[in-house]
Structure formats: structure tokens, C-alpha cells
């Protein structure tokens, strides 16, 4: 292999790869980025054998071949090179050699041979969206997923079809997060896929601030995206994702529409005298125009925060997470929040005001 390309794509490419190119000291080789020519291109490649990613640079080729090299050690220094520089690569010895106007170094490779081949796409159950979308959806919800490997349907991303609309949906038992994009979608060939959401976020970050139209391809086993310069495919969980519709309260005792600049100043500030597990309290009087936000430390000492807004139905009163609140407020468009209550102590719905396509649900916290 001997080539030429600018060291900000090729730093750029590099940085997103060995995010995958993690150390397996059972397999050495998964820690490597393997660097292929492709035509006018160089084809850079990496694998934890849960996570596949290839993104294409543009280059000069003058001689083909390949490379697998340590992506740590790669990525550290092309990070300490200038911007601007163009680079150049050759196979010597079957290590790469690199050299830039001021600078000539050699890296120790891999086997080439060694390194797994990634799963080439499968199925032909396929649609297309917005790389903005798919990263936006994921983002949406995946505060929302469960960290525990113990239930490996919660600690995922649901992302489904319904007609002409495209669904993501995450939940950890405490909080469920549900985002939805009017999407044209094959009648024939509905969308159900569970994503890990470690394989979900970094989704978001390959994708992030693309504005390609992406390909997605899927199977009962993966999911396989493709847009011109970059592949990537990922297993997907087996199994059922809850019936989470069950759980969404089908009546509402009151409602509430407040600022929601107001509303986030007022809960972190009762966040601040709140116990370890961040509760917090909320009242609405519609009777008294009150909507209240309270919460109280026998150590730090309490506070109590009125808002102004529209509030209609009964009395309610209700100990949430002032965590699992903030977590949510990001993505509700709009200036205002709109609350639905069923009642004391039973789990709440947000969304923004005259907005369908975000819901958020909180369960209540035992006093």
C-alpha cells in the first residue's frame, strides 16, 4: 500500500474507530484499525465482534493494499500532527510508514489476516431516514434505557414502525421516554428492532452532524447502516420489548402548562435539598392557582419554589426523581411544558405543549 491524504480525515475517521477498537487482551487483533485501499480511497475498518465500522476517505492511491495497526496508538499520534498536513503512507517491512513534511515515523502492524471480517448486509428488510433523525430519535430516549446488562430488552432502544410513523422508545422500570418521527415506511415491511444502547450511542456519534440520508437494513439478528462514505452494523437484542402502551395512564385526573425555563430553575433548586435519591415534591391547588415544588434535608434544610401557569382538575401531590425531570426538559420543544397527572402519587406524563411526537412517563417515589 502506498497513499497520500489529509490528516484531518484521516484523524477524524480514526477517532470514531477506536472508540470500537477496544482492548481484548483474549484478541489482541480487535484493538487494531485495519487501513484498505479502494479505489481512489482509503477504507478504514474496525471491530469489537458486537460493533462493525467502516468509514471511506478520500486519498491517492498509488500502490493497493492493507494495514492493521493499534487504533490507540494511531489516533494518539495523528492528534499531535498539524491540521493541515498532508500524509503519507507505505507498507515497509509490513509496517506502515508515515512521513508529513517535518515529521517520519513507523508503527508496528498487525496481521492482517487476523483481523474479523465485519458482517456484510443481510436481509432484505430495509428503509431509509435522515442520519439527523436516526441520531436525534436515539438521543430522544436513551436517557431513559436501564445500565444493567440484567434485562437486556430495557437496557436497549426500541425502535419500531406504525403506519407512517417511525417510534423510538427506551425504559428502565422507573421512566419511559418515547419519540416519534412521521416517517414513509413500506406497509409491507414493518420496522421492530431492539438496539443495545452502548451499540445505540455510538451510533449517535459516528452519525453526528451528518446530513446523508441513510440506508438501514435489518434481520432478526442485526442492523446494517449505510450512507456514501461510512458502514456500520450492530447485533440486535432477541427478544420482546415490554408492552409499555399497558402502563400509559389512559385518563387524567389534572393538568398543568409551565414555563419550561421555570421549571428546570425550580428543580434544580430543590434538587439542591434533596436526599441521595434526589427526591423531590410537586403540588398543584388548581383552586389556588398554586403549583409548587418543594423538597427538604435534614442536614442541608428545604426549599420551596411557587410556578406560574395554567393549571385545571383536582389536587395532586406527587414525590418524583428530580434527575429523571431534568433528564427529559432538553427534548421537549417549545417554551412550555405541558404535565398530565392521574392522581396522588401515580405516575406523570410531559410533553411539550401541542406536541404528539415526545411523551415522557415518571413513576412516583415511596415517601
Known amino acids: 500500500m502506498k497513499a497520500q491524504c489529509t490528516r484531518d480525515k484521516l484523524k477524524n475517521a480514526v477517532m470514531s474507530l477506536e472508540r470500537v477498537a477496544v482492548k481484548n487482551p483474549s484478541l489482541p487483533i480487535l484493538q487494531s484499525i485495519l487501513i484498505e485501499t479502494k479505489d481512489n480511497s482509503l477504507v478504514l475498518k474496525a471491530t469489537n465482534l458486537d460493533v462493525g465500522l467502516e468509514i471511506k476517505i478520500p486519498a491517492k492511491v498509488e500502490r493497493h493494499g492493507s494495514v492493521a495497526l493499534p487504533g490507540g496508538l494511531f489516533g494518539s499520534f495523528l492528534s499531535g500532527l498539524s491540521n493541515d498536513e498532508t500524509i503519507k503512507l507505505d507498507i515497509i517491512n509490513n509496517n506502515l510508514s508515515i512521513s508529513t513534511k ?94 443495545p444502547y452502548k451499540n445505540a450511542i455510538e451510533i449517535t456519534r459516528v452519525f453526528e452532524g451528518s446530513t446523508d440520508i441513510l440506508d438501514i ?112 426538559i432538553s427534548y421537549i420543544e417549545g417554551d412550555s411544558v405541558y404535565m398530565i397527572f392521574n392522581g396522588n402519587n401515580k405516575p406523570i406524563i410531559i410533553r411539550g405543549v401541542g406536541d404528539k411526537s415526545f411523551l415522557y412517563l415518571v413513576m412516583p417515589m415511596n415517601n
Do not use: W
Request: glycine content about 4%; some cysteine; overall charge neutral.
Open 102 to 195: 517535518m515529521n517520519s515515523t513507523v508503527i508496528k502492524s498487525y496481521m492482517v489476516e487476523d483481523f474479523p471480517i465485519i458482517p456484510k448486509i443481510e436481509g432484505d428488510s430495509q428503509f431509509s431516514l435522515e442520519a439527523e433523525k436516526l441520531v436525534y430519535g436515539i438521543k430522544s430516549v436513551g436517557y431513559s434505557a436501564s445500565l444493567s446488562d440484567m434485562k437486556p430488552e430495557i437496557s436497549s432502544i426500541y425502535l419500531y414502525s406504525d403506519q407512517d410513523e417511525l417510534i423510538f422508545v427506551s425504559t428502565d422500570s422507573f421512566r419511559l421516554a418515547e419519540k416519534k418521527f412521521n416517517v414513509k415506511h413500506p406497509s409491507d415491511n414493518p420496522v421492530s428492532l431492539i438496539l
Open 217 to 328: 437494513y435489518f434481520n432478526k439478528n442485526k442492523i446494517f447502516i449505510v450512507s456514501p462514505t461510512v458502514y456500520f452494523t450492530s447485533r440486535v437484542v432477541s427478544g420482546t420489548f415490554p408492552d409499555y402502551k399497558q402502563i400509559l395512564p389512559k385518563d387524567k385526573k389534572s393538568e398543568a402548562i409551565v414555563l419550561k425555563r421555570d421549571l428546570i430553575d425550580s428543580i434544580k433548586i430543590s434538587n439542591i435539598f434533596s436526599d441521595k435519591f434526589n427526591q423531590i415534591s410537586l403540588k398543584i391547588v388548581p383552586s389556588d392557582k398554586l403549583f409548587e415544588i418543594s423538597s427538604k434535608n435534614q442536614d442541608r434544610g428545604e426549599s420551596s419554589t411557587r410556578l406560574l401557569g395554567t393549571i385545571e382538575g383536582e389536587d395532586v401531590s406527587v414525590n418524583l426523581n428530580a434527575k429523571y425531570l431534568l433528564d427529559c
